[in-house]
């Protein structure tokens, strides 16, 4: 129960902040500034970039740190330094610094110097969540049995997702009335919250039972080593690698899209992250309906496909009721995805290499959904909205298109690993 706690409120506590973050980057252009959506646009690529290589360096060490040491003190030292991150957020919004400084982009493109401020403070909560995710996804089949764990990983993603989509939709509503800096209280509660269940967990969730014997880096080289001797699981990682891009160029548009596309406010950006995250909650769970383990490779490939099918569906209109149902439905196959990915990996990887294989998917997937976000700032700036919505969503069904062809990602997700190398359990 108090890791379950702990990841809800953990993962909770960033989505919630980046409501804010992205909002107040967004709104920083009003439409009286002069190409407005293009300076949006290019912010939000900045601030893309901000994570992008903190997340990525983060991701190389974090996996061999899970697998190293006790993964509850990895825990609680990532949750300490996201609530420290929330803090500095706070302070840097209540000193709130006005001044411009033009910097390199759109003809005239300037940014505001709490912007500068914040950039720092936003690298340091992508440090905290690169630590998080491959150290809680390495714990969970310490404390949950092989035939539970399908059940386990949906009750665990649908609890985080739905205290994620409460934090949303709330910062959503008190963003406008409030201002950002007692908004931000909310996400500051969350992690201390995290920090509670955390410091009272006792489950034994080391990664190791015997200490290594060869160095930190050789560690970290046996990790990448085992994810590349086996096809399947490459293919997978690789895959996660392009859904997660795609889905990051198309997600850090929706301030935008919500902001000039539907002309709306802040309370609709929370709404949509909201129905984003309770449909994730459903998918997570009622995946478990499908029976999935008779084929979850196929499964995998075809929920891809109606992802990127969901998105085409933004470009399309300016409808808010038909924007919160294509969200929605995005959401409850993305979760969907999820679960099984997790259970995939977690039934197929030794306990001893799971933190490295999470965090190899950290290397390969989450640290390009910063860099997806930059690149969808460029592209919307460039090419516009629209085409930002119709190259993602394309780009995803066709990555599910590919996975449905590759057989050894079938077979190693069936359980069937047909690369017969020695395993590297070190």
């Known amino acids: 129960m108090r890791l379950l706690v702990a990841s809800a409120f953990g993962y909770a506590a960033p989505a919630a902040a980046a409501v804010v ?44 740190l899970a697998d190293r040491m006790d993964r509850r003190t990895l825990l609680r030292a990532a949750n300490a330094l996201g609530m420290a991150s929330a803090l500095l957020l706070i302070v840097v919004f209540w000193v709130f610094p006005t001044h411009r400084y033009a910097v390199p982009g759109p003809a005239g493109f300037f940014v505001p110097e709490w912007f500068l401020w914040m950039l720092p403070v936003w690298a340091l909560l992508a440090i ?73 967990l006792e489950s034994d969730v080391t990664g190791s039972r015997r200490p290594s014997q060869r160095s930190f880096a050789s560690d970290m080289v046996a990790g990448l ?3 590349g001797s086996r096809t399947g699981l490459l293919e997978i990682t690789l895959a996660s690698l392009g859904v997660n891009f795609f889905v990051a160029v198309a997600w850090v548009e929706l301030p935008l899209f919500v902001h000039n596309w539907l002309a709306q406010g802040a309370f609709v950006l929370g709404a949509l992250t909201f129905v984003s995250s309770l449909g994730m909650a459903v998918g997570a769970s009622a995946v478990n309906t499908f029976r999935y383990d008779r084929a979850p490779g196929v499964y995998l490939a075809v929920f891809v496909v109606l992802i990127g099918l969901s998105l085409l569906i933004l470009p399309f209109t300016h409808s808010t009721y038909v924007a ?10 993305l979760g969907m995805v999820t679960t099984i990915y997790l259970v995939v990996i977690q039934r197929a990887v030794p306990n001893e290499l799971l933190g490295r294989v999470f965090a190899a998917d950290e290397i390969g997937s989450f640290a390009l959904v910063p860099l997806g976000q930059s690149v969808g700032g460029a592209i919307t700036a460039i090419r516009g909205l629209a085409f930002a919505y119709w190259s993602t969503g394309g780009g995803i069904a066709v990555m599910g298109a ?25």
């Open 21 to 64: 973050v992205a909002w107040m980057s967004v709104s920083a252009y009003g439409p009286t500034v002069v190409h407005h959506a293009a300076y949006a646009a290019w912010a939000l690529a900045l601030l893309g970039v901000s994570s992008t290589v903190p997340t990525l360096a983060v991701a190389f060490v974090s996996g061999t």
């Open 128 to 200: 905290a969540a690169a630590l998080s995710r491959p150290t809680l996804n390495s714990a969970v089949p310490q404390v949950v049995a092989s035939d539970a764990l399908s059940q386990a990983n949906g009750v665990i993603l649908s609890a985080s997702l739905l205290a994620s989509g409460v934090g949303t939709l709330s910062v959503g509503i008190l963003l406008g009335p409030i201002g950002p800096v007692l908004t931000l209280f909310l996400p500051l509660a969350f992690f201390e919250t995290a920090a509670v269940a955390l410091f009272t």
């Open 225 to 227: 080593r085992y994810v």
């Open 324 to 333: 919160v149902f294509a969200v929605g439905v995005f959401g409850l196959l």
């Open 402 to 426: 590919v996975m449905s062809g590759l057989r050894d990602l079938r077979d190693f997700a069936a359980g069937r690993d047909r690369i017969a190398r020695p395993t590297e359990t070190g």
